[in-house]
T-cell receptor, first 111, second 113 residues
Framework: GESVGLHLPTLSVQEGDNSIINCAYS??????FIWYKQESGKGPQFIID?????DKRQGQRVTVLLNKTVKHLSLQIAATQPGDSAVYFC??????????FGRGTSLIVHP | DAGVIQSPRHEVTEMGQEVTLRCKPI?????LFWYRQTMMRGLELLIY????????DSGMPEDRFSAKMPNASFSTLKIQPSEPRDSAVYFC???????????FGSGTRLTVV
């Protein structure tokens, strides 16, 4: 089946910097995208989502950008904090309400 | 709301033994999902239920795996017999029916030796 993948398995940033985590998807029928954060020893936690009729959505310190032309999704975290250290997953769905998860990117924030 | 509750948090068992993982979804959530997470394969959907009925079990790796949801507040995932390659973190998640608002439990880390 079609898959969701990530460009960078590990991203290291300094506290206070902005972080950008990228994700490529291959299913052109996908119309809903979600970013999850998974901290060590915990299950994935919803961060932010975006539908295919949008190209940008902002939350608290996070922004998701969607480029349907190149099937690319990114998560931007402003003023990254040590508490943001986690694995971040993108997930996509084509209307089945069952998301397909990517492999994840580990974000490491150095104080 | 206590969230999705899974037990046990950790399970170590010998190859060939039966393992039962448990999940209590969030009250009112109609859909329940079992996922398996490994470094090699990431998060894989094993099976999901809507209103206690199994809808899609195509992700269940083999007949050694079975899942039940006898009522709206409880589900089990059983592996019999267990094998070392079953070692993984197993997550349960629940959501309102046809809603993307997934809530994951904290997972059960299974080690089969």
């Amino acid at each position: 089946g079609e898959s969701v993948g990530l460009h960078l398995p590990t991203l290291s940033v300094q506290e206070g910097d902005n972080s950008i985590i990228n994700c490529a998807y291959s299913n052109s029928a996908s119309d809903y995208f979600i970013w999850y954060k998974q901290e060590s020893g915990k299950g994935p936690q919803f961060i932010i989502d975006i539908r295919s009729n949008m190209d940008k959505r902002q939350g608290q310190r996070v922004t998701v950008l969607l480029n349907k032309t190149v099937k690319h999704l990114s998560l931007q975290i402003a003023a990254t904090q040590p508490g943001d250290s986690a694995v971040y997953f993108c997930a996509e769905s084509g209307g089945s309400y069952i998301p397909t998860f990517g492999r994840g990117t580990s974000l490491i924030v150095h104080p | 709301d206590a969230g999705v509750i899974q037990s046990p948090r950790h399970e170590v068992t010998e190859m060939g033994q039966e393992v039962t993982l448990r999940c209590k979804p969030i009250s009112g959530h109609n859909s329940l999902f079992w996922y398996r997470q490994t470094m090699m394969r990431g998060l894989e959907l094993l099976i999901y239920f809507n209103n206690n009925v199994p809808i899609d079990d195509s992700g269940m790796p083999e007949d050694r795996f079975s899942a039940k949801m006898p009522n709206a507040s409880f589900s089990t995932l059983k592996i019999q017999p267990s094998e070392p390659r079953d070692s993984a973190v197993y997550f349960c998640a629940s959501s309102p029916y046809k809603d993307y608002g997934y809530t994951f439990g904290s997972g059960t880390r299974l080690t089969v030796v």
